[in-house]
C-alpha cells in the first residue's frame, strides 16, 4: 500500500464470497503473545485506578513478527465514534429522514397565528401595570396590596388573600369587574364566605387561549395507527437511558413505555431504533424542534415493541487521532496493517470490557465478591471507602465516613448522584449501632439492599465477569487456538442443533429494565462438551467454543485443567463455582456461556492526513442527510469517510467494523494500540450492544 490510500480488507487474501474470513484461515499458526507491562499501566496504578491484569485482561491473539503496534488517542472528539445498530435481519440501521414535516399553512391560518403570537409577546413584554391602574385599585386596598395582587398576572404560583372586609354587595362587584377590566381576565377574584377577597392566576384563560390557537397539522403515509411506534434514534455525546427519560419526560408518560434493543454510549455519536406505546407519529415527530443532542426519524407503525436483544451487532466507525508507531524504524502502515489483517483473520478474545469494572479505584468485581461471601460490611466499606479515583463531590465523605465512621455527617457531603453511597448512608444513617459503636451485620446488609437493584445486581455480574476473564485468558495460554476434548459448545449451535431441536428452547435476557446483563447472552441456553471423537474430526473451530460464568444453571467445561481454573480462582476468593445459590435471590447467580473468541466482519481502515483536532475526516448520519436535502441532485452520492488534509501532519486512522451483540469495540482495538484499554484516551466504555 502506498502513501495513504484507504485499504479494504474484504478484498484481501484468506475472504470468502461472503465477505467474511475463509474457514481455512483457521488451520494458520497463530502466536499468541502475553501483554507486555507498558509504562502506562505503572502510571494508572499509581492513580490507583484499575488496569485490565487486575480483572483477568491479558492475552492477545494478532499475529504479529514483532511487538510494534501504534499509539493513538481515542475518542478525542465524540464524532471520532459512530456507532450505528445492526437490526435483526442483518442491514445497519441509519436516519434518512427526520420524520414529518406539518402541511402548509393557508393565508389566513397564517395571520391568525401572527396574530395570537403578537399579542402572546405584549403580554409577556407588558411586565408591568399602568400607574393609573394601580390608583384605581388602591381606592378598595393598600399601595402594597394593589401591587401585590397586579403582581398575579405574571406569576401563576401564588395567590393574595387581602384581609379588609367588604360588607357591601356593590362594592364587591365593582372590584370584581375592576380586576377583570385591568388584568384582561388574568387574574381572578373570589368571595370568602366572610367576605373577604382571595386573589389568584386565571389559569383557564390560558387554556381557552391554547385551546383556540390555530395549530399545523402532520401528514404522513404510515397507514393505520397501531399500538407501537418505532422510530430511528439519532443521539450525541448522550446515554441511551438518558434520552428514553428525555423522551419519556416531553411526552407526560412512563419510561417503561419506551423500548430499546441496547444501550448505547455516551461519549459518541450513535444510531438505533427505539419503539413507544400509545402514542402518534403526529406527537412525537414534534419532539425534533426541542430535542438538543439527538433525533428522531424513519418512523413506522408497528404491532410490538422492539424488545431488549433485538438487534445482531452494532457497525463502528472509530477514529484514532494523533497515531504514530511504537518504533520509530517502522512506518505506521508497515506497523498496522499486519495487526488489522490478523484481526480480520483471526478476530480477538471477547473479553468482558473495562466498562464491566467501574471506574473507580476499586474494580465492582471486588464489591461483588464479598456480596457473594456475605460479607456485607466489607462490602459497605469497599463501596464508601477513601479511593484514588472517584467523583470528586464524593471525596470529603469519604474521608468524613473514614474517619468517624458517622453516616449522618458524611452523608452530607455526598452527592445523591452518587446512587450506591447515598443510599448506603441513608440507611445507615438510620440504623443504631451497638454498645461498641459498630454497626451490625444486618445494619450493612439492610443499606446494602438499599441500592437500587439493577446497581446492587451488577457487583455479582462484575464477578462473573472476571471470573470468566480470567478462565478465557488460562484456556487461551494453555491451548491458543486449538479445540480441546472437553471444550464446550451451546446446544443451538447450527452444527449439533438438531441433536436438540425438540428439548432446545432459547431464551433472551430478562426484559426487566432493572436487569445489568449483556443483551442478548445465551442464559438459559444449554451447553454440553465437545468428544475426542469430534475434536479428531474436525467438527468445532474456536468461534465455536464457549465458557461459563459461575451459576448454578451451567456446566463447566471437561477438560480438568480448564475446570481447575474456576476452581483454585474462586477457591481463593472462598467461593465454589459448583455452589452458587445465596438466601437473598438476587444474589443467587445462574450463569451463562460466552463465546471466547469473536469475529470481526467487514473489516475496512482508512489512513487520513490532518493538521486540526476540528479538520472534518468522517461526516455523522446526521449531516450526511443534510447534506442530501441540500443536494440537487438527489442520487449523488455524498462521501461519509472524507479525504482530510492531503498534506497534513498529523495521521488518523479510521476503522470500520462490524461486531455481533455483547462485544466490545475496545477489546478489538488492544490488538492494535499499544497500553491498557483503561488509558485509551480516558475513555473505555464501548461495548456492541
Known amino acids: 500500500m502506498s502513501g495513504f490510500a484507504e485499504k479494504r480488507l474484504q478484498n484481501g487474501e484468506n475472504v470468502g464470497a461472503d465477505g467474511n474470513p475463509d474457514v481455512s484461515v483457521k488451520k494458520q499458526k497463530i502466536e499468541v503473545a502475553t501483554a507486555p507491562v507498558v509504562a502506562d499501566e505503572i502510571e494508572n496504578e499509581d492513580l490507583g485506578g484499575v488496569v485490565e491484569t487486575d480483572v483477568g485482561i491479558t492475552e492477545f491473539l494478532n499475529h504479529r513478527d514483532s511487538s510494534v503496534r501504534i499509539r493513538g488517542t481515542l475518542k478525542q472528539r465524540y464524532t471520532d465514534f459512530l456507532v450505528n445498530e445492526i437490526d435483526v435481519n442483518g442491514n445497519v440501521v ?33 411586565r408591568t401595570v399602568d400607574e393609573e391602574d394601580k390608583l ?9 396590596e394593589a401591587e401585590e395582587i397586579l403582581s398575579l398576572m405574571f406569576d401563576g404560583k401564588k395567590t393574595v388573600e387581602p384581609a379588609k372586609v367588604f360588607d357591601d354587595k356593590d362594592v364587591r362587584t365593582k372590584i370584581h369587574q375592576l380586576i377583570r377590566e385591568i388584568s384582561d381576565s388574568n387574574i381572578e377574584s ?38 407501537y411506534l418505532h422510530f430511528t434514534l439519532y443521539k450525541e455525546n448522550k446515554e441511551t437511558m438518558e434520552v428514553a427519560s ?109 466498562q464491566r469494572f467501574g471506574t473507580f479505584s476499586i474494580s465492582t468485581h471486588e464489591i461483588g465478591k464479598q456480596i ?37 455527617k458524611a452523608i452530607k457531603r455526598m452527592p445523591k448522584k452518587c446512587n450506591a453511597e447515598f443510599s448506603i448512608l441513608s440507611r445507615l444513617e438510620r440504623s443504631e449501632k451497638d454498645e461498641n459503636g459498630e454497626y451490625s451485620e444486618g445494619a450493612y446488609f439492610n443499606a446494602i439492599m438499599g441500592i437500587p437493584r439493577n446497581l446492587r445486581i451488577m457487583y455479582g455480574h462484575a464477578y462473573q465477569s472476571y471470573i470468566w476473564n480470567v478462565a478465557t485468558s488460562k484456556r487461551i495460554q494453555l491451548f491458543g487456538l486449538k479445540v480441546v476434548a472437553g471444550d464446550l459448545v451451546l446446544c443451538n449451535n447450527e452444527k449439533i442443533i438438531d441433536e436438540y431441536k425438540d428439548e432446545l428452547e432459547k431464551k433472551f435476557v430478562d426484559e426487566e429494565e432493572d436487569i445489568i446483563q449483556d443483551v442478548k447472552e445465551t442464559v438459559g441456553v444449554g451447553a454440553r462438551p465437545i468428544t475426542q471423537e469430534e475434536v479428531d474430526n474436525c467438527k468445532f473451530d474456536i468461534y465455536d467454543i464457549v465458557l461459563p460464568t459461575p451459576g448454578y444453571d451451567v456446566i463447566y467445561p471437561e ?16 467461593l465454589d463455582p459448583f455452589n452458587m445459590t445465596r438466601k437473598v435471590r438476587e444474589f443467587s447467580l445462574s450463569g451463562s456461556y460466552r463465546h471466547i473468541v469473536s469475529r470481526v466482519n467487514n473489516l475496512e481502515y482508512y489512513f487520513r492526513k490532518y493538521n486540526k483536532v476540528t479538520d472534518p475526516l468522517v461526516r455523522t448520519d446526521l449531516e450526511l442527510l443534510k447534506l442530501r436535502e441540500e443536494s440537487e441532485d438527489k442520487n449523488v452520492e455524498i462521501k461519509q469517510i472524507l479525504d482530510g488534509v492531503p498534506d497534513g501532519e498529523k495521521t488518523a486512522v479510521i476503522i470500520k467494523m462490524q461486531l ?30
Not at 200 to 223: E, F, M, P, S, Y
Not at 384 to 391: F, M
Open 372 to 408: 457473594l461471601n456475605s460479607n456485607w460490611g466489607k462490602a459497605v466499606e469497599l463501596i464508601l471507602s477513601e479511593q484514588k479515583i472517584a467523583i470528586p463531590g464524593s471525596i470529603e465523605s469519604r474521608k468524613i465516613w473514614a474517619e468517624t465512621k458517622d453516616a449522618a
Open 559 to 574: 477438560n480438568e485443567q480448564i475446570k481447575n481454573i474456576y476452581v483454585e480462582h474462586m477457591g481463593k476468593d472462598g
Open 246 to 354: 428525555i423522551l419519556a419526560k416531553f411526552l407526560k408518560t412512563q419510561i417503561k413505555f419506551i423500548k430499546y434493543a441496547g444501550t448505547k454510549d455516551r461519549r459518541g455519536v450513535t444510531v438505533q431504533r427505539m419503539s413507544i406505546e400509545r402514542f402518534t407519529v403526529e406527537r412525537v415527530t414534534t419532539l425534533n424542534k426541542a430535542l438538543k443532542g439527538c433525533k428522531l426519524g424513519c418512523f413506522s407503525y408497528e404491532d410490538k415493541p422492539i424488545k431488549l436483544g433485538d438487534l445482531s451487532g452494532n457497525e463502528f466507525i472509530i477514529t484514532i487521532k494523533d497515531v504514530e508507531s511504537t518504533d520509530p524504524n517502522v512506518s505506521i502502515e508497515d506497523a498496522l496493517v499486519p495487526i488489522l489483517n490478523s484481526l480480520r483473520d483471526t478476530g480477538f478474545i471477547n473479553y468482558y470490557g473495562m
Open 136 to 144: 384605581k385599585l388602591q381606592e378598595f386596598f393598600s399601595p402594597e
Open 94 to 126: 441509519h436516519l434518512t429522514d427526520l420524520g414529518f414535516k406539518a402541511k402548509e399553512l393557508t393565508a389566513e391560518e397564517k395571520a391568525i397565528i401572527a396574530e395570537q403570537e403578537r399579542k402572546a409577546k405584549e403580554r409577556e413584554e407588558r
Open 190 to 227: 373570589v368571595t370568602t364566605s366572610s367576605n373577604t377577597f382571595i386573589f389568584g392566576h386565571n389559569a383557564n384563560k390560558n387554556r381557552r387561549r391554547k385551546n383556540n390557537k390555530v395549530t399545523t397539522q402532520i401528514q404522513h403515509d404510515l397507514g393505520d395507527r397501531k399500538d
Open 660 to 689: 455481533g451483540v455483547s462485544t466490545y469495540a475496545t477489546m478489538a482495538l488492544r490488538e492494535v494500540l499499544e497500553g491498557d484499554t483503561s488509558r485509551f484516551g480516558g475513555v473505555v466504555n464501548i461495548r456492541s450492544e
